[in-house]
């Protein structure tokens, strides 16, 4: 029996979606689901979590519905399904009378492998009547952190998804989920009453990513330097704080010839979905973005994530890097941070509304986040550690590849704690190290700042190097920003011990930062290790993608992925019998576009 489905579960992966194996946990799932049972599944971005429904579906009798918050994407998601051949729909606001009865009676029928939907219409009325007269395999909820008042996704519709296990209690249910952390995870258990399902945890790392936070100067011109050496013609996801800032940021890209399109959510509905749809379609475009872009965005390519701003958190860090490289390729996450982040932040913890607790919790995140920043080991250590994943140095960040020096740093730091003290904790971070470094002007004269002993105590260091001396110690909480108007550094209970020389202090090494001298590499991060023909090859190939999504009215990453057509590139199949070995390639989508490509590797070697 357990063989049996294991057995047709394998010929669906391959014949329908064209892959030869099950990823990580993927066939556990599918067989366990397959089965009947519940399952909580928790997997990082790009960890094949669609599959592990939707093959079930397919083996089951009757129709698979998916619950997804995000009505924008369910299109795509829709047109995907429909490439490899599987029968599905939506039901969702955006649709005429006419099509929802349309859909509907196939519903009822089984005329449909899967249908999606919005989770407040499912829970109407009318759509659980509906569901109660047809045949359904299985409920799949998507996104499924949702349902947690701590997380920022939070939707209260979420909540009452606990009624499908009291009005269908014989069908099974999986809720997926890409959020890490703990707290998140017994949430959903309990409001979805899936405490007794299985649950199926995979590891947190992704391997394909590789980190690096580096030290903000120039914040926009250091991001250009990035996109421009490592990314050219990629796609990629830039994130800033302020609505602001993205449509500086965007206008500045496309000012030196780098295509970008902002988003954030005080711009109008219909641009702002038009963006999405570009950006999702096309395959050059950097989106700029608040962190309100993302959720669900599941193009496979995207190449790089970056942040100009400091994140708040290590989840929503570790969330919005996780949306590069979903293919299993190559990606970068790349951060510019510097003291005015940490500023910033800060103030807005004091400023907001929220109780002292609630602030603590904030102030102990952003705290993590500062951690990361400032740590002397691996990046993705540090964070899998958060999550409570061991593991060891990745080799895969930027600690790993470059490793900073450490420095016994407590004669400085006891310098800039009695500069602060000496102004009377009254100056924020740029005048005091104008204090320690002896700069003559008119502020420090007015306010016989010249007159103190620590003035020009600190002549020997530049002012980003105490930049950076001022940060790790906010990091480290021997220093705090108040939150008055002029962000005056303040001691803490903590810097007694430094000032005493009771406590040393070990700091990262400033590094002056060196200009990349690395030659721009003209290509993509898909096409790194192809031959000049197989280069070649690509790009027709890439351009043959582009005209017939075109035509289809659909992404390209819809018609075959990078990392399919990176394989067709190596394998130069010559018949149809030699592309259908290639992953990602399915039955359906042999007899769709076989024949063009083989015709297109046959001109081209
Ligand atoms: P998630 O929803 O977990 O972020 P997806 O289901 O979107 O991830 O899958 C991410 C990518 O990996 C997709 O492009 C998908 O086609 C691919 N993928 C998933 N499972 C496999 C597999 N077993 N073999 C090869 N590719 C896979
Ligand atoms: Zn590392």
Same mark, same amino acid.
């Given at each position: 029996m357990t063989s049996d489905i294991q057995e047709r579960a394998l010929h669906v992966l391959e014949t329908v979606f064209g892959y030869p194996a099950f990823r990580g946990q993927q066939a556990d799932i599918v067989e366990h689901v397959a089965s009947g049972g519940d399952a909580l599944v928790l997997m990082p971005t790009g960890g094949g979590k669609s599959l592990c429904y939707q093959i079930p579906a397919l083996l089951r009798d009757g129709v698979g519905v998916v619950v997804s918050p995000l009505i924008a994407l369910m299109q795509d998601q829709v047109d995907a399904l429909a490439e490899v051949g599987v029968r599905a729909a939506f039901l969702n606001s955006t649709q005429t009378f006419e099509e929802t009865l349309r859909i509907e009676r196939m519903v009822r029928t089984g005329e449909l492998d899967l249908v999606y939907?919005?989770?407040?219409? /499912?829970?109407?009325? &009318?759509?659980?009547?509906?569901?109660? =007269?047809?045949?359904?395999?299985?409920? !799949? $909820?998507? *996104?499924?952190?949702?349902?947690?008042?701590?997380?920022?996704?939070?939707?209260?519709?979420?909540?009452?998804?606990?009624?499908?296990?009291?009005?269908?209690?014989?069908?099974?249910?999986?809720?997926?989920?890409?959020?890490?952390?703990?707290?998140?995870?017994?949430?959903?258990?309990?409001?979805?009453? /899936?405490?007794?399902? &299985?649950?199926?945890?995979?590891?947190? =790392?992704?391997?394909?990513?590789?980190? !690096? $936070?580096? *030290?903000?100067?120039?914040?926009?011109?250091?991001?250009i330097d990035f996109i421009s050496t490592e990314h050219a013609g990629d796609c990629g996801i830039v994130y800033c704080l302020s609505r602001k800032k993205v449509e500086e940021t965007a206008q500045f890209l496309n000012e030196n010839g780098i295509r970008a399109l902002p988003y954030h959510a005080g711009m109008d509905y219909a641009v702002r979905a038009a963006n999405q749809a570009q950006f999702l379609r096309e395959e050059n475009i950097v989106m700029v973005a608040t962190i309100a872009f993302g959720m669900g965005i599941d193009k496979p390519d995207v190449r790089f994530v970056c942040h100009l701003d400091l994140p708040k958190s290590l989840e929503g860090y570790y969330q919005e890097t996780g949306r590069a490289g979903r293919d299993g390729m190559p990606s970068n996450a790349w951060m510019a941070y510097g003291l005015q982040d940490v500023v910033l932040q800060r103030r807005m913890i004091d400023e907001s509304d929220a109780d002292e607790n609630f602030k603590r919790v904030l102030s102990s995140k952003l705290d993590a986040m500062l951690g990361l920043c400032e740590t002397l080991s691996c990046r993705r250590m540090r964070m899998l550690e958060y999550f409570g994943e061991r593991s060891g140095p990745c080799g895969n960040c930027d600690t790993c590849l470059m490793p900073p020096t450490s420095f016994d740093a407590t004669v400085p730091v006891q310098k800039l704690l009695s500069a602060i003290y000496r102004c009377d904790q009254r100056f924020a971070a740029g005048h005091i190290i104008d204090v320690l470094r002896g700069v003559e002007s008119e502020r420090i004269t007015q306010w016989h700042h010249d007159k103190l002993s620590v003035y020009g105590v600190g002549a020997d260091r530049g002012e980003q190097e105490w930049r950076a001396i001022v940060r790790q110690v906010i990091a480290l909480?021997?220093?705090?920003?108040?939150?008055?108007?002029?962000?005056?550094?303040?001691?803490?209970?903590?810097?007694?011990?430094?000032?005493?020389?009771?406590?040393?202090?070990?700091?990262?090494?400033?590094?002056?930062?060196?200009?990349?001298?690395?030659a721009a590499p003209t290509r993509g991060y898909a096409e790194m290790d192809l031959s000049s023909t197989e280069q070649a090859i690509f790009e027709k190939l890439r351009w043959w993608r582009m005209e017939t999504a075109r035509a289809h009215n659909v992404a390209a990453f819809i018609i075959f992925g990078d990392a399919t057509l990176r394989e067709i590139c190596k394998a130069k199949p010559t018949s149809l019998d030699e592309l259908r070995g290639v992953s990602g390639v399915g039955a359906k989508k042999l007899a769709s576009y076989g024949d063009e490509i083989v015709a297109i590797i046959a001109e081209m070697v």
């Open positions: 939907v919005a989770p407040e219409r /499912l829970m109407t009325q &009318r759509c659980l009547d509906l569901f109660e =007269d047809s045949h359904i395999s299985l409920f !799949a $909820i998507d *996104e499924a952190h949702c349902v947690s008042q701590w997380g920022h996704d939070f939707r209260p519709e979420y909540i009452r998804l606990s009624i499908l296990h009291e009005r269908f209690p014989q069908v099974p249910r999986i809720a997926l989920t890409a959020t890490a952390d703990q707290v998140t995870r017994a949430e959903i258990a309990q409001r979805l009453q /899936l405490e007794e399902a &299985r649950q199926f945890v995979s590891s947190f =790392d992704r391997p394909n990513i590789r980190y !690096a $936070i580096v *030290e903000k100067t120039n914040g926009r011109k250091q991001l909480g021997l220093v705090t920003v108040d939150h008055d108007a002029y962000s005056s550094l303040k001691l803490t209970e903590a810097a007694r011990a430094v000032l005493k020389s009771e406590r040393k202090v070990e700091l990262r090494q400033y590094q002056k930062p060196v200009k990349q001298k690395r």
